[in-house]
T-cell receptor
Framework: GAGVSQSPSNKVTEKGKDVELRCDPISGHTALYWYRQSLGQGLEFLIYFQGNSAPDKSGLPSDRFSAERTGGSVSTLTIQRTQQEDSAVYLC?????FGVGVLKNIQYFGAGTRLSVL | QKEVEQDPGPLSVPEGAIVSLNCTYSNSAFQYFMWYRQYSRKGPELLMYTYSSGNKEDGRFTAQVDKSSKYISLFIRDSQPSDSATYLCAMSENYGGSQGNLIFGKGTKLSVKP
């Protein structure tokens, strides 16, 4: 695809419901990243995938958050039992590779999913 | 103390002005420094990256890194209304690998008035 695609672009849910956010990276990009952008808080790193593997999940805010990636392509971020403090823009980025080398690791961002928990 | 500090602004300047955006950081292991531009309701896009200390110029944009002071800057010359956006600094210890995760500043919102 032309760029990183995220869906839905907006999601309104009720407190306690589960939500799934989808990220479709740039074709051929092996590395994928999830960030959360809260109002006035900047971007917070959540998790990254190298292929289908997520070596470090310590950035996830709580055990209600999980992420998976299948086929080295699409990734899903799932938030269970949503809380109001989960309201934020969730951004996905991808990069060509995940090794040493500046150009291979430039991260390209999607437009994000704006999540509102009522 | 946050790892990366950035004045959120907002910063309002007239068209044609020189804009200076800055970030300070505390982690001396940071080696890679980036500036992203984010338009409203869009994802961040990479403007410039630099490695270690020094200057880098690209058109109207100049990035400076002073590792001794733990201070980075982005200068925009002849600013245009189309430069109106939020500018985020980001940095990492390495580029790629387990230390390649970017640490972002909160972003500075810039408005360039015609």
């Amino acid at each position: 695809g032309a760029g990183v695609s995220q869906s839905p672009s907006n999601k309104v849910t009720e407190k306690g419901k589960d939500v799934e956010l989808r990220c479709d990276p740039i074709s051929g990009h092996t590395a994928l990243y999830w960030y959360r952008q809260s109002l006035g808080q900047g971007l917070e790193f959540l998790i990254y995938f190298q292929g289908n593997s997520a070596p470090d999940k310590s950035g996830l805010p709580s055990d209600r958050f999980s992420a998976e990636r299948t086929g080295g392509s699409v990734s899903t971020l799932t938030i269970q039992r949503t809380q109001q403090e989960d309201s934020a823009v969730y951004l996905c980025a991808s990069s060509l590779d995940f090794g040493v080398g500046v150009l291979k690791n430039i991260q390209y961002f999607g437009a994000g999913t704006r999540l509102s928990v009522l | 103390q946050k790892e990366v500090e950035q004045d959120p602004g907002p910063l309002s300047v007239p068209e044609g002005a020189i804009v200076s955006l800055n970030c300070t950081y505390s982690n001396s292991a940071f080696q890679y420094f980036m500036w992203y531009r984010q338009y409203s309701r869009k994802g961040p896009e990479l403007l410039m990256y630099t490695y270690s200390s020094g200057n880098k110029e690209d058109g109207r944009f100049t990035a400076q890194v002073d590792k001794s002071s733990k201070y980075i800057s982005l200068f925009i010359r002849d600013s245009q209304p189309s430069d109106s956006a939020t500018y985020l600094c980001a940095m990492s210890e390495n580029y790629g690998g387990s230390q390649g995760n970017l640490i972002f500043g909160k972003g500075t919102k810039l408005s360039v008035k015609p």
